[in-house]
């Protein structure tokens, strides 16, 4: 039905055989993407694809579209990508969802880091070691602290620059 046009002017991901529409964005949420975009890019370079709000295929009824995904680097011209090294979304009203099913499904596909950039707080949650069921790790940094992703732990994202 996507590929068809039915969804044309919607913004909408497929979570456990569900169309979802995502709901808008604000100022904020636009400018942290923007900013996590700039950073990831830039540390990056060749090595990674940085993909923003870009669908992922985690599963066969799961096509979420996270606010960035760090995907190896080919042609995705004739399929969509199923794996990240990282994932990001950022949160606010989106908290609840992108904690619960959004990283089950993240650790289900072995995602190996996902992070959520919660705006409400301006913190930054690290989930590492992926499950069956969920991360087995969550750490949380705040202003003042500097994250390396897990697939490249030369790569520095200081929290402050990111909010």
């Known amino acids: 039905m996507v590929e068809q046009g039915l969804f044309e002017h919607e913004h909408i991901e497929l979570i456990c055989g569900v169309l979802v529409t995502m709901g808008p964005q604000g100022a904020r949420h636009v ?3 923007k900013r996590f975009n700039r950073i990831l890019m830039f540390a ?9 709000q870009s669908p992922l295929a985690v599963a066969d009824d799961s096509e979420p579209a996270p606010d960035l995904a760090v995907v190896p680097i080919r042609d995705y011209s004739a399929e969509i990508p199923s794996h990240a090294h990282l994932v990001v979304e ?3 009203a989106s908290l609840r969802k992108d904690r619960g099913v959004k990283a089950s499904l993240y650790a289900a596909a072995n995602i190996p880091e ?4 919660d ?4 913190m930054i949650e690290v989930y590492t070691q992926p499950q069956a069921r969920g991360y087995g ?3 949380r940094r705040q202003r003042g602290e500097v994250i390396a992703p897990v697939a490249f732990p030369e790569v520095r994202v ?3 620059d990111v909010f």
């Open 44 to 52: 990056l370079g060749t090595r990674a694809q940085v993909l923003v």
């Open 158 to 160: 200081a929290v402050v």
């Open 137 to 139: 790790s969550v750490a």
């Open 31 to 33: 400018e942290t993407i």
């Open 90 to 92: 950022v949160a606010e």
């Open 114 to 117: 996902y992070w959520i950039a």
């Open 119 to 122: 705006l409400t707080v301006d």
